[in-house]
């Protein structure tokens, strides 16, 4: 009896640590967990009004699924344009894809109007850390006004 017992205790031990190995290569695997955090520059095109914005953006990845945002930039009628928030992105823990799409809030103020803005979109993020970002975004301004942009931000990610 004991034998039996110390041979399943054995292949229970060698399971559960080769279970453990396996997790901790995929779960290093994640491009987004390896290079949390990142800066970008980035440029939108209301597609509401003929107007436009350029901006500098920099995040970091709480967990692979959330990302915290912070956005500064000017429009060009030379207003400031700032937003901070997060973006939940759709991948696991353990995922080793590049490519994730997200949904996000965030709040901050626009031609000096305090504004919420719900981005959709897609993140990409190479091995070596280039990160390429595109979305459209709605504009919910507090005096009942909305605007959509479209935009692009190119950056780099950082090891942790």
């Not at 994640?30 to 939108?44: K, L, Q, T």
């Not at 956005?71 to 997060?86: I, L, R, S």
């Not at 190479?126 to 504009?139: C, E, H, P």
């Amino acid at each position: 009896m004991k034998k039996i017992a110390s041979t399943i205790l054995t292949i229970f031990i060698i399971i559960s640590l080769s279970a453990q190995d396996n997790f901790n290569k995929s779960h290093k695997q994640n491009p987004r967990e390896i290079r949390p955090f990142g800066i970008s520059v980035g440029a939108a095109y209301f597609l509401t009004a003929e107007s436009g914005i350029a901006f500098f953006s920099a995040d970091y990845f709480a967990i692979p699924q959330l990302s915290l945002v912070a956005n500064v930039g000017v429009t060009d009628w030379e207003a400031p344009y700032f937003a901070v928030g997060g973006k939940g992105h759709l991948n696991s823990k353990a995922s080793s894809s590049k490519f994730t799409p997200f949904l996000g809030v965030l709040f901050g103020s626009e031609w000096d109007e305090f504004m919420i803005q719900v981005p959709l979109g897609i993140d990409f993020i190479s091995d070596k850390g280039f990160n390429v970002s595109l979305a459209v975004n709605q504009i919910f301004y507090f005096d009942s006004y909305k605007g959509t942009f479209l935009d692009l931000k190119i950056g780099w990610r950082f090891k942790s």
